[in-house]
C-alpha cells in the first residue's frame, strides 16, 4: 500500500538557518504529494502541494520539489523564523477512487531566536 | 481557503460516558469527510470515510460501535465516542472535501480527555 517515510525529529534550528526535511514516498500511480503544518494545539494547514512529477511547490518561504526518479517530496527553507516552529506533515493523496491522505510520522521544527 | 470548524476544541468526560464531536464545513459541501485520530507526537491516523447520505467506512482496527459517525447533511459530520475510556484519550480531527479531486481541509482538532 501507499506509505510516506519522513525525516525524524525533533530539528532543532536557529533563526536564518536553512532547513530540509526529508520525505520519500512509496505509492501507485501517480499520486499527488503534500506539506501540511501543524501549530501547537491546532489541525493541519496545506503548506505546498505538487501534483505531478517535477512540479514544485512553494509558500511562505518554503519549497518542495515532487521528485519521481527518487520518489521524493523534501521541504526546503532557506532562512527559519521563529514563527516557523510547529510539526511538519509530508502526505501524499493516492490516485485511486478513494484519493485519501496519507500521512508521514511528522517532524518537530523548533527555531530558536 | 475553505473552512471546516470542529467544536468542541477540548472536551473532558468521565469514563463510561459518550462524547460527540462536531465537523462543519462552513463555505462549502462537503460529500466526504474524514475523521482521524493522532496520538502524542505521532502522525493522523485515519479512522474513518464518511459520505454524506451514506455508512461511513471504517479503517481495519477501528470498531465502528465504538465510534459512531453519521454525516447526515452536506455541510455537517459527528463523531460520537461511546462509553469513552481513558484509552481514547486523544486528538481528533476531521477533514472535509468537496469532490475526490479536490483538496481537503482540516479542522481545528478535538483535544479529547477521559478520566
Known amino acids: 500500500g501507499d506509505s510516506v517515510t519522513q525525516m525524524e525529529g525533533p530539528v532543532t534550528l536557529s533563526e536564518e538557518a536553512f532547513l530540509t526535511i526529508n520525505c520519500t514516498y512509496t505509492?501507485?500511480?501517480?499520486?499527488?504529494l503534500f506539506w501540511y503544518v501543524q501549530y501547537p494545539g491546532e489541525g493541519l494547514q496545506l503548506l505546498l502541494k505538487a501534483t505531478k512529477a517535477d512540479d514544485k511547490g512553494s509558500n511562505k518561504g518554503f519549497e518542495a520539489t515532487y521528485r519521481k526518479e527518487t520518489t521524493s517530496f523534501h521541504l526546503e527553507k532557506g532562512s527559519v523564523q521563529v514563527s516557523d516552529s510547529a510539526v511538519y506533515f509530508c502526505a501524499l493523496q493516492s490516485s485511486g477512487s478513494a484519493r485519501q491522505l496519507t500521512f508521514g510520522s511528522g517532524t518537530q521544527l523548533t527555531v530558536l531566536p | 481557503g475553505a473552512v471546516v470548524s470542529q467544536h468542541p476544541s477540548r472536551v473532558i468526560c468521565k469514563s463510561g460516558t459518550s462524547v460527540k464531536i462536531e465537523c462543519r464545513s462552513l463555505d462549502f459541501q462537503a460529500t466526504t469527510m474524514f475523521w482521524y485520530r493522532q496520538f502524542p507526537k505521532q502522525s493522523l491516523m485515519l479512522m474513518a470515510t464518511?459520505?454524506?447520505?451514506?455508512?461511513?467506512?471504517?479503517e481495519q482496527g477501528v470498531e465502528k460501535d465504538k465510534f459512531l459517525i453519521n454525516h447526515a447533511s452536506l455541510t455537517l459530520s459527528t463523531l460520537t465516542v461511546t462509553s469513552a475510556h481513558p484509552e481514547d484519550s486523544s486528538f481528533y480531527i476531521c477533514s472535509a472535501r468537496v469532490m475526490a479531486n479536490t483538496e481537503a481541509f482540516f479542522g481545528q482538532g478535538t483535544r479529547l480527555t477521559v478520566v
Open positions: 505509492a501507485t500511480g501517480y499520486p499527488s
Open positions: 464518511s459520505n454524506e447520505g451514506s455508512k461511513a467506512t471504517y
